[in-house]
C-alpha cells in the first residue's frame, strides 16, 4: 500500500452523532471531523489547497491520469515519448492515491456496505505501487520497461472506471453535501502536501536522455 510520509496528519473518523429533535425523538446523523491536516508547506507551495464535494475533486484528478493512461497503453507510442510520461504519471498517481487514501478511504471504512469498497482500492493502489517500482528497476531493458508500463496503465484504467463507475455513486448516496464537502477539503489538503513532496528535487535514477516531449 502506498504509504504515508510522517509529517502527514491522519485522516479523522467518521462518526454517528445522536441528536434530540423537537418532539423528543432521538434522530441519528453521521458527521465528518472537522481536524484538518496541517499544511508544513503553506509558504512555499504553490498549489493552491480547493475546497469541494470529494466525488468532484477525484473526478478533475482522474482527468490528467486517463490523459497520461492512453498514452502509456498504447503499443504504437514510442518509447521515448513514453517514458517522461511515466515520469509524469508516477508523481501524478502517487499524490492522488495516499490523499484519496488517507481522506475518502477512512471514512468509507466506517461504513459497513462500503468497507469492502475502500479495502479494494486500497489493495488495487498496492498493486499499482508495485508496478510502479518493477518499472523503475527494469531501466536498461527496453521491451521489459515497456510491457511492464502497458500492465501498469491497464491496471489503473480499471481501477479509474470502477471508482467512477460504481464508488463515486456510492459515495453520493452515503454522504450528504456537507460531508463531502469536508471530506474534499481533507483530501485537497493531503493532496497538496503531497505535491509539494513530489516537487523536492531527486536524484534521478533514469538511464535514459529521451527528453521531456511526449504529446
Known amino acids: ?9 491522519r485522516s479523522p473518523e467518521v462518526r454517528k452523532e445522536s441528536s434530540k429533535s423537537k418532539n423528543g425523538t432521538k434522530s441519528t446523523k453521521r458527521s465528518v471531523s472537522k481536524k484538518k ?13 480547493e475546497s469541494g464535494d470529494i466525488a468532484t475533486l477525484i473526478l478533475r484528478d482522474h482527468k ?7 498514452i502509456l497503453k ?25 490523499a484519496e487514501e488517507e481522506s475518502l478511504y477512512v471514512h468509507l471504512k466506517e461504513v459497513d456496505d462500503l468497507r469492502i469498497n ?18 523503475n528497476e527494469s531501466e536498461g531493458d527496453e521491451d521489459s520497461w515497456m510491457a511492464k508500463v502497458k500492465v501498469l496503465a491497464e491496471v489503473v484504467e480499471h481501477h479509474v472506471k ?4 460504481e464508488l ?7 454522504f450528504d453535501s456537507e460531508e463531502r ?7 485537497s489538503q493531503l493532496l497538496n502536501q503531497y505535491r509539494e513532496d513530489e516537487r523536492k528535487p531527486k536524484q534521478s535514477a533514469g538511464k535514459y536522455d529521451v527528453g521531456a516531449e511526449y504529446v
Open 162 to 165: 470502477e471508482e467512477e463507475k
Open 74 to 98: 498504447d503499443s504504437d507510442t514510442s518509447f521515448k515519448k513514453k517514458y517522461p510520461a511515466f515520469a509524469e504519471f508516477e508523481g501524478t498517481l502517487t499524490s492522488h492515491a495516499k
Open 168 to 174: 463515486l455513486k456510492q459515495v453520493r448516496n452515503t
Open 37 to 49: 491536516a496541517k499544511d508544513n508547506h503553506e509558504s512555499t507551495s504553490s498549489f493552491e489547497s
Open 1 to 9: 500500500m502506498l504509504k504515508p510520509d510522517s509529517h502527514v496528519a
Open 64 to 70: 490528467p491520469i486517463k490523459e497520461l493512461i492512453s
Open 118 to 135: 475502500a479495502l479494494e482500492g486500497d489493495t488495487e493502489h498496492a498493486i499499482a505501487e508495485q508496478l510502479i517500482k518493477e518499472v
Open 181 to 187: 464537502q469536508e471530506i474534499g477539503e481533507l483530501y
